[in-house]
Nanobody, 124 residues
């Protein structure tokens, strides 16, 4: 059974940085798409960043929410089945529970796995 476990959340001041990690266990399969979502109180869950499985040996394609472009960077280590989110110049509005996701990305059999979430709180 696939499990995604996030770590790295916490309390940080505005302008600071955090690095989230999400390690997948229970599978040696390289997920097509790995992503970070977040959900703030009273708001819907939103996509923060997604990184696709690389083809041809290069880095997988990425996409970001407009609100985090230039501040957040998503990366993955397929050998460790881990995805990371480097968050810089954090803002109060980045406060949310951050969830890791691994999904089929529209390729092959469908699957969709979620972590339990990690809290990120940015203080002013």
């Amino acid at each position: 059974q696939v499990q995604l476990v996030e770590s790295g959340g916490g309390l940080v001041q505005a302008g600071g940085s955090l690095r989230l990690s999400c390690a997948a266990s229970g599978s040696t399969f390289t997920f097509n798409a790995m992503a970070w979502y977040r959900q703030a109180p009273g708001k819907q869950r939103e996509l923060v960043a997604r990184i696709m499985r690389s083809t041809g040996g290069g880095r997988g394609s990425t996409n970001y929410a407009d609100s985090v472009k230039g501040r957040f960077t998503i990366s993955r280590d397929n050998a460790k089945n881990t995805v990371y989110l480097e968050m810089n110049v954090l803002r109060v509005e980045d406060t949310a529970v951050y969830y890791c996701n691994a999904a089929d990305g529209g390729v092959g059999p469908p699957y969709d796995y979620w972590g339990q979430g990690t809290q990120v709180t940015v203080s002013s």
